[in-house]
C-alpha cells in the first residue's frame, strides 16, 4: 500500500496504539482520521498534527457516527487504509470473590466496542474503498484489526475480552476473503502486554 497521499481511518487514534498508528501514517505521508471519545485529546493533536489529521468524536459502534466519519475521511481523499485500534477492558471473573455473577451488561458492552465496533468500521470503510480506482496488483485499500494475545490464551477475569478479540480473529479470515475481489486487504495483529492508558488501568 502507497501510504504518502492516502487517507486513513484510526480508531482510538487518540491514544496508546492508536496514536502511535496516527502518528506513523502522519510521518509517512497519510492524512489520517481520528475516530475516539476523548474530544480534549483529539483537539490537542489536531493542534500539534496540524492538517494532515482531523478528529471525529466517534462510537465506533454507533452507524452514524461511524458514516460520519468516513465521509469526513474521503473528503479529504481516496480512503485507502483503516486501523481498528479502539478498545475497552475490564477485569471481571465468572463468578466474582464475592459469589456474584459476571455483570451481563459489562460483557454485552466489551462485546459491542471491541466485536461489534471493528464490524461497524471495517463494513463502512470497506465500502469507500471499494468506490476507490484501483492501485498496482489491484489494490484499492487494507484494513488493520487489533486483536491481542487474550484471544489465544486470556487470563482470570479476562473472558469478555478475550471472547471480543477471539471473535475479531474469527472474522478476519472470511472478511479477507469477502473483500478480495475488490482489491482490499484485511488482517489482524494480536499484541502482547505493552505499556499503554488501558493497561494502566490495571492493578499492578
Do not use: W
Request: overall charge neutral; some cysteine.
Amino acid at each position: 500500500m502507497e501510504i504518502s497521499q492516502s487517507v486513513a481511518l484510526v480508531t482510538g487514534g487518540v491514544s496508546g496504539l492508536g496514536e502511535a498508528t496516527t502518528r506513523c501514517l502522519v510521518a509517512a505521508g497519510a492524512k489520517v482520521v481520528m475516530l475516539d471519545m476523548n474530544a480534549d485529546r483529539g483537539a490537542s493533536l489536531e493542534a500539534e498534527l496540524g492538517d494532515s489529521v482531523k478528529f471525529v468524536k466517534t462510537n465506533v459502534s454507533a452507524a452514524s457516527d461511524v458514516e460520519a466519519a468516513v465521509k469526513t475521511a474521503t473528503g479529504m481523499g481516496p480512503l485507502r487504509i483503516a486501523v481498528n485500534c479502539a478498545g475497552i477492558g475490564n477485569a471481571n471473573r465468572t463468578i466474582n470473590k464475592d459469589g456474584s455473577p459476571h455483570d451481563l451488561e459489562l460483557f454485552k458492552k466489551v462485546i459491542e466496542v471491541n466485536l461489534i465496533g471493528s464490524f461497524n468500521v471495517i463494513r463502512l470503510a470497506a465500502a469507500a474503498m471499494n468506490q476507490n480506482e484501483p492501485l498496482a496488483h489491484n489494490e484499492r485499500g487494507v484494513i488493520v484489526n487489533t486483536a491481542s494475545v487474550a484471544a489465544f490464551e486470556g487470563q482470570i477475569g479476562q473472558a469478555a475480552y478475550s471472547a471480543s478479540k477471539g471473535g475479531v480473529v474469527g472474522m478476519t479470515l472470511p472478511i479477507a476473503r469477502d473483500l478480495s475481489r475488490a482489491g482490499i486487504r484485511v488482517m489482524t495483529i494480536a499484541p502482547g502486554v505493552f505499556d499503554t492508558p488501558m493497561l494502566a488501568m490495571l492493578p499492578e
